[in-house]
């Protein structure tokens, strides 16, 4: 196999050489104080799928993934549907309520803005959880019924394509966290961990778009593989109940009436409270909404609120938290 690693490589050398993968080898299940055994020996004794593990190794450390269907011959589905599942718990149970912690460490909780900031998090976090608890409930459970020879209803790219887009809105909801942050909160005694903070929040944003892409691409790859093989085989049908995920735009002067917007929103009413304020159509204030997302690139209340306290569209003691 082609790749960076082998199975005949240290394991130590694995990690030693991109810290990263310490996170990636807890993911397969794979612990510390493995001394100086191969890669082959250390996944053997964990029981993992060595060409799977060396697979992903590869597949995170080479950008040039032009050979997806040659790095598929080495996948073990089952192996790597687990590994995905042990990201989900990693980033959902650890890594996202680590960061908040931190966040709130590093913040003066008596501002109105640091209030909003977390509450943007909190926003954030849930639409990762969202998008994950779709994928387990799902995704992979349509897979499982692939491995299992059998032929759901749906076919992957429909039971993909319900929440397509989602991977690219949760890197533009931590690209617009950062971006508030970095522009808006005031420096304060805490500087230092706040830029902590926020380096956790680049580096999960990383480790992130690395797992989007690696769903999107390699995983997706092996489903659709083993699909076509069950279809060709004439694997039994089965019915897949799936629900829909709904799907989550510089530089441009605010109007007066999208400023208003703005601070309406800022206020806690909703799109239809909106309208009927200002005496407009519920479309037209999505309309407004889509322009000012377009504009400003913000997209959440939170983020608007900010945004609103910081040029002084709205006063602090009139926004609703």
């Known amino acids: ?21 310490l996170q990636m080898i807890t993911r397969f299940g794979i612990t510390l104080g493995f001394g ?30 032009a050979h997806i269907n040659e790095m598929v011959e080495h996948i073990q589905l089952p192996s790597l549907l687990l590994y995905l599942q042990n990201s989900h718990s990693y980033f959902i149970d650890y890594r996202l309520p680590a960061i908040r912690r931190k966040l709130i460490q590093a913040i003066d909780m008596r501002s109105q803005i640091a209030m909003l900031i977390v509450k943007f998090y909190d926003e954030y976090a849930a639409e990762v959880g969202r998008h994950m608890q ?64 926020l380096m956790d929040i680049y580096m999960v944003e990383e480790d992130l778009l690395n797992h989007c892409h690696l769903e999107d691409t390699l995983f997706a ?20 109940v799936t629900e829909s995920e709904p799907n989550v735009s510089s530089g441009e002067e605010l109007s007066e009436r999208e400023r208003e917007v703005i ?43 900010i945004y609103a306290i910081v040029n002084g569209i709205i006063n602090v003691e009139d926004v609703k938290l």
């Open 1 to 21: 196999m082609s790749g960076r690693y082998h199975g005949s490589d240290p394991m130590s050398d694995v990690i030693s050489d991109d810290y990263r993968m």
């Open 36 to 65: 100086d055994k191969t890669v082959s020996e250390t996944c053997k004794e964990a029981g993992v799928d060595t060409d799977t593990f060396l697979t992903v190794v590869n597949f995170l450390k080479d950008t040039n993934h």
């Open 134 to 197: 779709y994928e387990n409930t799902c995704v992979h459970p349509h897979v499982e019924a692939l491995l299992q020879g059998r032929l759901p209803q749906e076919r992957f790219s429909t039971v993909v394509g319900h929440h397509e887009g989602s991977h690219s809105s949760i890197e533009k909801s931590l690209t617009e966290l950062k971006s508030i942050i970095i522009k808006y909160y005031p420096n304060d005694q805490n500087a230092t961990l706040l830029g902590d903070a």
């Open 221 to 240: 790859a092996c489903v659709r593989r083993l699909e076509l093989d069950v279809m060709e085989s004439g694997g039994e049908p089965e019915s897949m």
């Open 263 to 305: 601070r309406l929103v800022a206020m806690g009413l909703s799109n239809k409270e909106i309208a009927e304020h200002m005496f407009i159509a519920v479309n037209t204030v999505m309309t407004h909404r889509r322009n000012i997302s377009r504009k400003l690139d913000i997209h959440a209340a939170a983020g608007l609120t």
